[in-house]
């Protein structure tokens, strides 16, 4: 349970309360309390509410210092991890860096897919580049370190490991994680035109299939259930 001894709430100017959080899943469970609660209509006006890697940030507060005392009382369950619908984002396992990555994990190259597809993954929070989302649920044992050597440019639809993240690629940027495949159509995951331009919010469970198995290269999409806020705060881990 999360409690007053595992969170700091303090005000982020006029109309904002900064909620940091001890770890990833603290973090998961007291944004999902909050629009939880937002959604009974039990929390006091907030217009956004932005998810970071160990904070909360609640926006357009009328009174930061009251809600501050509020949310120290709160007890916050832990985030059940098989409630909600999931995206499905098909992979093909061919990144440069599989073979390396097997041999952090210790097994075969073409045993990183179903290591990695094995489990079901949520959006922790965005940032980066729009689109761009952290997802948790990566087992400690198979967590890898970045590349000594950041690439100059990481293709769009490039699927990637970091510490204890998984993400996708949605657009050619730099990048310094291990790449260990490919999403044959990355163009649902950032799409201008459409209501949420993001595919993967906040929230969001995701899950990897191998592309065959698909029978499409395109995600199987659920309507993304989370807040629409995607910035993230610094983390040391929370670079791409």
């Not at 097994?107 to 990183?112: C, F, T």
């Not at 952290?134 to 639809?157: E, F, K, N, Q």
Request: with cysteine.
């Amino acid at each position: 349970m999360t409690g007053a001894r595992s969170l700091t709430a303090r005000p982020a100017g006029r109309h904002a309360l900064l909620v940091e959080l001890s770890d990833a899943e603290h973090t998961a469970a007291f944004h999902a309390e909050v629009l939880r609660r937002r959604a009974a209509g039990t929390l006091p006006p907030v217009t956004e509410v932005v998810p970071g890697a160990r904070t909360v940030l609640l926006d357009g507060v009328p009174d930061p210092e009251a809600l501050a005392r509020r949310v120290a009382g709160w007890e916050v369950p832990p985030v059940a991890d098989d409630t909600g619908d999931a995206v499905e984002i098909p992979v093909r396992y061919d990144g440069p860096d599989l073979a390396d990555v097997a041999a952090l994990w210790g097994v075969a190259p073409d045993e990183v897919g179903a290591r990695h597809s094995a489990h079901t993954y949520r959006v922790a929070f965005c940032g980066f580049a729009p689109g761009f989302g952290y997802l948790t649920g990566l087992p400690p044992r198979l967590h890898v370190p970045r590349r000594s050597t950041p690439r100059t440019r990481v293709p769009a639809g490039a699927v990637a490991l970091a510490g204890p993240y998984s993400a996708v690629y949605p657009r050619a940027t730099p990048g310094g994680w291990q790449l260990i495949g490919t999403m044959p159509d990355p163009r649902p995951l950032w799409d201008p035109a459409r209501e949420r331009a993001a595919l993967l919010t906040p929230g969001t469970r995701v899950r990897f299939v191998t592309a065959d198995d698909t029978g499409t290269d395109s995600a199987r999409t659920a309507d993304p259930r989370a807040d629409r806020a995607t910035a993230a705060d610094a983390d040391p881990e929370a670079g791409a």
